[in-house]
């Protein structure tokens, strides 16, 4: 028995290459998520007891370096 073969149709062609660039896409994405999550998943440092949870960090320096004018 001898099966043919449909050849292959461009609308076949287009449909395949894009769900092997969404693989590929999907691929590359998924490894970078579970790195950025993982530095998150620290404790978080206690509030301060008396109030005036405002504290002067790296953070907000950088913040005001870049409002200036």
Known sequence: MSQSKAPL?????FAGAGTA????AAATVLPLQREAAAPSAAAPEPAPESGGGYRLSAHVQQYYRTTKV
Do not use: T, V, Y
């Open 21 to 24: 660039g969404a693989l590929a």
């Open 9 to 13: 149709s461009r609308r076949r062609l």
